[in-house]
């Protein structure tokens, strides 16, 4: 099982960018794919936000956030990063980066095989 750690998140006002990190606690990631989701504090289930294939960096982003949000990797840092710009209140929420250890990308929570904790993003005036 892979251990991710997410970083980067805080309280920001509406308009601004933040830069989510996530990488593996332990070793180096081997796995196919890394996925971004985010729990609104008033949803019952996570939001698929986007994802990445870890050797050809083909990524997808939901209709949601196109156009602000741009999922990134970089292998020497071992690091999948999201960058969120023009945030707005319903941004607000707790994200998780999600590892899928086999093709193809999948948007599904039950699709991604490990988990980090979360980094509480918070977009308020």
């Known amino acids: 099982q892979v251990h991710l750690v997410e970083s980067g998140g805080g309280l920001v006002q509406p308009g601004d960018s933040l830069k989510l990190s996530c990488t593996t606690s332990v070793g180096t990631f081997s796995g196919y794919a890394m996925g971004w989701f985010r729990q609104a504090p008033d949803k019952e289930r996570g939001e698929w936000v986007g994802g990445i294939t870890w050797i050809g960096g083909m990524s997808l982003i939901s209709d949601s956030v196109k156009g602000r949000f741009t999922i990134s990797r970089d292998h020497a840092q071992n690091t999948v990063y999201l960058q969120m710009n023009n945030l707005v209140p319903d941004d607000t929420g707790v994200y998780y980066c999600?590892?899928?250890?086999?093709?193809?990308?999948?948007?599904?929570?039950?699709?991604?095989?490990?988990w980090g904790q979360g980094t509480q993003v918070t977009v308020s005036s």
């Open positions: 999600a590892s899928r250890n086999k093709p193809p990308l999948r948007t599904g929570l039950a699709d991604y095989d490990s």
